[in-house]
């Protein structure tokens, strides 16, 4: 490109830059992954407070301002460092908290210990999402001392937990983080070797659907083939959720178009480990069903255990059900949706109570204008191919609040992970060739964004 922003000779500078970086930025992740700050309640928070003031110190290291905020939730992280008279401003965007590891014996390696095998590193936040965190470290690194643009950098400490004190923190610290572009280091790449935009995320809401048909639980050889059990009564329930092929069955969501990248059967049971004779649910391309249409999972539920299982009828059970949703869906409208379809169907006149536990809404990026060209110039800098516009089937909840605070700023979803990645399950791993390719297209976005103001 002639009219480009930056001469080769300066990318391949900053890609040279961060090359040296690369060993002291894998230590560094490396002992953030070592604090298991899971936000979970049921977890010691006080590894989340350490692993916020380790981000800090990584900040502060690099001349920023830090302060570490808490609002009524766990501490997030903000800091500031001015660029150059006149110049913009970006934000940087990744979360220091964890997903619960799960069971240790689903592990190949202790979650909490990176670990390298074939080229890729072993750990809970290795990718989800520490990478991100350090991925803007690396940016910082690449121009010390000569930042082409001011920087503000916000690494929030509940992502994982549904972001409760987010707004609250937006509302008494979101003067800080204005700024002219917005990148979101929390999502991945197409495949190893494609970058990719994100450019919409799916909505959620987690509800609690309590079912009771008895006032106490009773003998089953006693009331049993007269009276319902609360158990069997919610199994029925749950399974209105879907219809036949396995499509969401409540009535009236939003279902959003589909996506038009290529992506077979084979590659999705690959990617998602289904067992061989296991069906596909739901109709419509694959990528409309896991990034535009609404999704139903029930996720856990309060019953007898099996070991503790004696012949009585229960009179009350309880599950909690996440709902995906399409992107432009209000979630509180899904709710009633959710909510009126379960009491419409509850079998044989069995109470049910919906509580809505959590909510968030999705995302649909309008990714064009000059600095999304920038973003997608600095992914070509950085892998030598094309990037493409992707889905996201999860959400972010920070991102759609952020998108409303500042509708001006360019919002740019960005991130270290890929298909491999089983970010949230066991054995989550970041390929840290890719790794290294996000530092850098991070850092010459930095360059690109001051040298296209300059
Ligand atoms: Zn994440």
Known sequence: MTDDVLTADQIQAVRDRVATLMPQLRADLEALVRIPSVSAASFDQAEVARSAEAVAELLRAEGLE???????????????????EGAPTVTLYAHHDVQPPGDDADWDSAP????????????????????????????????????PVGVTVFVEGEEESGSPSLRTILERHG???????????????????????????????????????????????????????ALTA???LLATLHDDEGDVAVQGLEVGEAADLDYDEARFRAESG???????????????????????????????????????????????????????????????????????????????????????????????????????????????????????????????????????????????????????????SLHLEEFARVCEAEAIFLARVGAARA
Do not use: C
């Open 66 to 84: 830090v302060e570490v905020v808490t609002e009524g939730g766990r501490p997030a992280v903000i800091g500031h460092i001015d660029g150059p």
């Open 175 to 229: 003067d800080r983080l204005a700024a002219d572009a917005i990148v979101i280091a929390d999502s991945g790449n197409w495949a190893v070797g494609t970058p990719a935009l994100t450019t919409t995320l799916r909505g959620g809401i987690r509800v609690v659907v309590r079912v009771e048909t008895l006032d106490h639980s009773v003998h089953s050889g006693m009331f049993g083939g007269a009276a319902p059990d």
């Open 274 to 428: 289904l067992l061989d004779g296991v069906e596909l649910i739901g109709t419509g391309s694959i990528l409309s069903r896991l990034w535009n249409k609404p999704s139903i999972t029930t996720i856990g539920m309060d019953v007898t255990s099996v070991a503790k299982a004696s012949n009585t009828l229960a009179a009350r059970a309880a599950a909690k059900v996440s709902m995906r949703l399409a992107p432009t869906q209000d979630p509180l409208a899904a709710f009633e949706l959710l909510e009126q379809h379960l009491l419409d169907q509850a079998p044989w006149g069995a109470k049910v109570t919906v509580e809505l536990e959590e909510h968030g809404s999705g995302f649909a990026a309008d990714a064009n204008g000059l600095l999304h060209d920038q973003a997608r110039a600095s992914f070509r800098d950085a892998w030598g191919v094309e990037p493409v516009d992707m889905g996201v089937g999860g959400s972010i909840p920070f991102i759609s609040d952020f998108a409303a605070r500042f509708p001006e700023a360019a919002i740019i979803v960005t991130g270290v992970e890929d298909p491999d990645t089983r970010a949230h399950g066991a054995n989550e």
């Open 234 to 236: 919610l199994i029925k």
């Open 112 to 147: 909490f210990e990176p670990t390298e095998r074939d080229g890729r590193l072993y750990g809970r936040g290795a990718a989800d999402d520490k990478a991100g965190v350090l991925a803007h470290i690396a940016a910082l690194r690449a121009h010390r001392g000569n930042l």
